[in-house]
């Protein structure tokens, strides 16, 4: 029985309605598992769990800087354990770009780190345009 811990950036939940969808298959395997926004990753033990997985969501062609921050600061401990990232990208819609080798972020993103996930995954995105009206007006 593995200890999980999925961290989590999001913008408009999406990424987190994943994130929890992730933790009820996994926990079906009789694995628990946590799931954290990484903004709150300071009270978190990471050394107590045995897999360690970040999600993170695009905005405005990024992932989240506190995804980035946590990463390059966390690098060797995430390569000392099993480990994977998920990116949840409006463009993953698409034939050409919904896998980790052809979505043009992901590609993008695993340039600017220095961990390299041992799994990689990428999920459609949704764009809540309510919210991005709200907010721009």
Known sequence: MARILILYSTTDGHTLKICHRLQQVIEQQGHPVSVVLVDEVAMVDLQAFDTLVIGASIRYGRHSKAVVDFIQRNTPLLESKANAFFSV?????????????????????????????QALAVFAGKLDTRATAASTA
Do not use: C, E, M, S
Not at 89 to 112: C, E, G, H, M, S
């Open 89 to 117: 990208n409006i463009v993953a819609r698409k034939p050409n770009r919904n896998q980790p080798d052809t979505n043009p972020y992901l590609r993008k993103f695993l340039k600017q780190i220095a961990w390299h996930p």
